[in-house]
């Protein structure tokens, strides 16, 4: 701080910013509004977890440890039976508390062929990435909180098709939602993406493009709630993340705040058939 | 470690405690009052949703700027790319007939680059660190500095300050 930097912080309190005279009442207002009876996000989602190796895990300091945990793989009652060429054969198990940054990561580790291995591999190196990230944030950060939770779920599993989602969610005082979905294609034992399922020679992004656009514009102009950034919006990344809804539509998933204010979640829009079944492969 | 989640009484008082800091960091990034104000609701009841991420009340002005920010970032996405002239004529420093009048503090930061307005307010309004501001605005220290550098000469023009 030099002179000039002391002069002007004297200045900022001789000077202050004018403050609109109804600001204190609402404010005020918004106070006496707060319903304090409802859950928080964390006490849901303990809730809904139920971690029991939490309390343990919070005595923990500044360590992630991983957990090769076949018993959990086996009691995950949720997950659907799997096919012969694609199991969930255990779960690597992170977690981190210093009192300050607290972590959950659970990884799935999948077997039974080249392609399962393959997204095995990629979602051990993306939770490695994300879990890395964390504690460069928490030694920056210092005591702000941070947290990170990743879970995965098996969302397609027929004999022809297997996705596995990935959902994580860090939260630097407001929450941050980002997913990863992996293919495989049982029929021809591939890892698949977006780019993928369209011929090499088709602008399958355009099309694609052009229509969430279109449906940002629809759902924006029927409902005043509803918000999206078109302007912002150039196009769908040629891999973006998708998965196939039980009907059989295509379904394009958009991370929180890429298209969208925090409060939209992470949107997501269904792709009519006729917009893209011309460019398939 | 036992984490205490914020009552609302408490919460409260610590809301009304930096009420003005809240609504001047959200002026500075957006310029205009009533989107301020339209920020600072949206973040008081995010903030309350999420008090259990909060480890340490003595953090809270910190914190809850963090989450101001988000929210005065999501307004910022959510307009238009051009605005009307009308729309922030009241924000921006009035030409001064009298060549002996100065113009505000306030005035001068409101007329810096949308960029540098937030890290000027909470260094020189809020009396934070860099390292504070960092975390508050989500960019490196060093960008920061930065910031801060370009704002202290522009300042120093505006305010023709020697």
């Not at chain 1, 096919?83 to 659970?106: K, L, P, Q």
Request: aromatic residues 10%; hydrophobic residues 40%; glycine residues 4%.
């Amino acid at each position: 701080m030099d002179q000039f930097d002391e002069m002007l912080r004297e200045r900022a309190m001789r000077e202050p910013c004018p403050i609109p005279a109804d600001y204190a009442g609402r404010v005020f207002a918004v106070c006496a509004a707060l319903d304090e009876t409802e859950e928080t996000p964390k006490q849901k989602r303990t809730a809904r977890h139920r971690w029991p190796v939490w309390a343990a895990a919070v005595l923990a300091l500044f360590i992630a440890v991983p957990n090769v945990s076949p018993a959990a793989a086996a009691a995950m009652a949720d997950m659907p039976v799997l096919g012969a060429i694609v199991e969930v054969i255990t779960f690597h198990r992170y977690t981190y508390d210093d009192g300050h940054g607290s972590a959950n990561v659970t990884v799935p580790e999948l077997s039974g062929s080249d392609a399962a291995q393959e997204v095995s591999n990629q979602v051990q190196a993306y939770t490695d990435q994300l879990i890395l990230q964390f504690q460069k944030d928490c030694e920056t950060l210092g005591e702000s909180y941070e947290s990170l939770d990743v879970t995965s779920a098996v969302i397609t599993d027929t004999d022809s098709w297997f996705t596995l989602r990935v959902d994580a969610e860090e939260i630097q005082a407001s929450g941050y939602q980002f997913s990863r979905f992996y293919h495989i294609d049982k029929a021809n034992g591939q890892v698949v993406t977006l780019k993928d399922l369209f011929r090499e020679d088709i602008d399958y992004v355009t099309a694609l493009s052009d229509e969430v656009r279109r449906q940002m514009e629809e759902q924006m102009a029927e409902n005043p709630e509803v918000s999206y950034f078109p302007e912002e919006f150039t196009a769908i990344d040629p891999d973006q993340n998708f998965y196939w809804a039980a009907d059989g539509s295509l379904v394009l998933v958009f991370d929180e705040y890429t298209i969208a204010p925090g409060y939209m979640g992470m949107p997501e829009f269904t792709i009519p058939a006729d917009v893209y079944e011309n460019l398939l492969k | 470690m036992t984490q205490t989640v914020l009552d609302k009484e408490t919460f409260c008082a610590q809301v009304v405690r930096h009420q003005d800091a809240l609504f001047r960091a959200a002026k500075a990034i957006l310029r205009s009052d009533e989107d301020a104000e339209d920020a600072v609701q949206e973040a008081i009841c995010a903030a309350f949703t999420n008090r259990d991420s909060l480890r340490d009340v003595e953090k809270f002005k910190s914190w809850m700027l963090r989450i101001l920010t988000n929210k005065c970032y999501d307004i910022c996405r959510k307009r238009k790319p051009t605005v009307a002239l009308e729309d922030v004529a009241d924000t921006l420093p009035a030409a001064s007939t009298d060549p002996t009048e100065r113009m505000t503090l306030w005035q001068a930061v409101l007329s810096l680059g949308d960029e540098l307005r937030a890290a000027v307010t909470l260094f020189y309004y809020d009396g934070l660190s860099i390292r504070e501001i960092s975390g508050i605005l989500g960019i490196s220290e060093a960008a920061v500095k930065t910031r801060l550098s370009r704002g202290r000469a522009r300042l120093r023009q505006l305010l023709d300050e020697k």
